[in-house]
């Protein structure tokens, strides 16, 4: 039933049947994502790495003759070493472990209630009624006006730092796969009642495949906006994390580690993004735009 629907779908929109790239296009992508290596290689990739280097040699120059003093802004040589410190002695791993473990469990709380509270919402008229509202105004609230609520609610202990990171990262992933539901195409939902299809077969076979490219936009934002959360959260009478290091790094002026603990929180952004981004190529691979964008490389 599901492969009637996306054959007719195909007819309507011209596009590829949803399910599995066919076989005749395989080549083509293959060629195309050799294309794209091909071209990095070749200087259209190597060219986005010239500036950033040249701002490191820049900034590595100012450092040295005195133009920038290390109490405002540590050298990148600085940064190297002490962050081989900070490996050798333990100090980053224990406190990389442990907001990996609040940012882990923010954001899977965040999934399961924004995707439970976004179905709700999107497939009821009486569960967007009852809360929709109450979502937009709560979203609006500043985090930083939540921490002294969530203490007293919580204490200081971890519960109230995962309960804010949960928090931030609940919101994308309503909103877009909230969007998601009611963008569906109606000629698809047309489709399916000239079919007979039950309401269960709509949504699951028609409506959440549909909704599947907002949730994972949603998704993408949701990770990028723990790690913002768990800034605050770890800034706030937290005694191990990377936010405790750069605060306690503050008190003695040590540009240099506060410097790192920003770096990482870059690179987890950066890595953790990729990720949700593999995840899309991987579970979207059936939509025109990606095997397009393979062709061009």
Known sequence: MLDMIAGQRGRIQGTARIGSVPSSRRPALRSGRAAARTAWLSGSGLRRVVSPVLILLLWQVASSTG???????????????????????????????????????GL????????????????????EDAIDAPM?????????????LFILWFGIGETPKIALVALGAMFPIY?????????VDPKLLEMARTLGLSRTQTITQIVLPGALP?????????????????????????????????????????????????LVYAA??????????????????????????????
Request: hydrophobic share 55%.
């Open 175 to 183: 909103l877009n796969l909230f969007k998601g539901i009611r963008s």
């Open 268 to 297: 987890l952004g950066l890595i953790s993004d990729q990720i949700v981004r593999t995840l899309e190529r991987v579970l979207l691979v059936w939509r025109p735009q990606q095997i397009g964008l393979g062709r061009r490389g």
């Open 214 to 262: 907002d949730l994972l936009v949603g998704l993408r934002f949701s990770v990028g906006m723990s790690w913002l959360m768990l800034v605050v959260a770890e800034q706030v009478n937290a005694n191990s994390g990377i936010g405790h290091m750069m605060m306690d790094a503050e008190d003695f002026l040590r540009t240099d580690i506060i410097l790192v603990g920003l």
């Open 67 to 105: 133009l920038v003093s290390p109490q405002t802004l540590a050298s990148p040589l600085q940064i190297m070493a002490t962050t081989r410190t900070l490996i050798a002695d333990g100090t980053l791993p224990h406190n990389l472990l442990v907001s990996l473990l609040r940012a882990g469990s």
């Open 108 to 127: 899977a709380i965040a999934i399961v209630a924004g995707i439970g509270l976004a179905l709700v919402a999107g497939l009821s008229r009486i569960g």
């Open 136 to 148: 937009q105004m709560v979203r609006t609230l500043p985090a930083l006006a939540l921490v002294p």
